[in-house]
């Protein structure tokens, strides 16, 4: 994880050496460590100024400053989430935290395809668990929407319990819950997004949710690898309840797009920009089946890119590989470009810009 906005970090002699082609040299974990660190040292850059009125944004009853989100799997452990949001992302993401702690995969677990600017992981919820992490967010102000993202040991004798577990930790303090069935790191984890388990997953998460002083809204997120059938039975499953939206997508388990590169034969998750067109192209399929607010994620990499989720149906978005690559501007030069894609169509609000392509979208192979 490389933040190419460090500047402050210029003037502390100890850090200074953390430019961001020092942080693409380095063994990526360590890289991320390295930044997650200097976040938490306060080293960060914070934004200036309110964010522009076109990028306010409601999605499923959050009030966003901006539409755009630090994705899951940066902030695993909830240690940063005030110094993202002072950054300028309009909601941060943490997780994904499982009931109790665990050490994830061995290592080395995390690669950069460079030549695409691809990464794959196979990180397996490496995560300090939910006691830990819920104390750390009690404790902290977090001035965007903070969504925690729940998941399921590895070794469980029940995954659907985990969930359920997660939702009664988290609803009181999370602004939103994210229900993760679709990392491919976790034997069987992907499996909850066939129809009769999605029912019985959503029922229990959803029951608890009803018990819990606060509604907290619930997302759930799915993968990228699933064909148009998989969608329609998952978009049946939730109409059925009252879920309230969805987040496409997760990494996948597909290597076409980087076929015969660098790291491509390592197992685990792609993301970052070779996982765009894909993810774009499903979110746009479950826009045509939904009407639910979806958050666009995977392989956003530029402000056009960021442009063409809300196209394709996103209502808001979040991403994460591509600040390894491009640099923390990238955040500021996203916003930047969408509000100008707004006021350049004539329009007031970036929600009029949602769905604007869908059709163009789902139709791409
Ligand atoms: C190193 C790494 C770890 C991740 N860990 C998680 C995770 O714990 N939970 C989750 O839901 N998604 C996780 N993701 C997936 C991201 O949230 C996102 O869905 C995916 O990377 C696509 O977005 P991007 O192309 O902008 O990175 C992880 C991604 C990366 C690169």
Partial sequence: MIFSALSPLLRVPLLASLTRDSLLRMDPETAHGATINALRLGLAPQQDGPDAPELKTSIAGLELSNPVGMAAGFDKNGEVPRALALMGFGMVEIGTVTPRPQSGNPKPRLFRVAAAEGVINRMGFNNDGHDDVFRRLNDVRVPAALGVNIGANKDTADFISDYARGVARFARIADYLTVNISSPN???????????????????????????????PVFLKIAPDLDEAALDSIAAVIAATDLDGLIVSNTTISRDPIAGMENAAEMGGLSGKPLFDLATIRLAQMRQRTSLPIIGVGGIHSPQSALEKFEAGANAIQL??????????????????????????????????????????????
């Fill in 186 to 216: 976790t034997p069987g984890l992907r499996d909850l997004q066939q129809s009769e388990a999605l029912k019985r997953l959503l029922q229990a998460v959803l029951t608890v949710r009803s018990k819990s002083p606060v509604r907290v």
């Fill in 320 to 365: 994460y590989s591509a600040l390894v690559f491009g640099g923390l501007d990238l955040l500021d030069r996203i916003k930047r470009g969408l509000a100008a894609a707004v006021r350049a169509q004539g329009k007031r609000n970036i929600s009029e810009l949602v769905g604007t392509r869908t059709a163009d979208w789902a139709s791409r192979k």
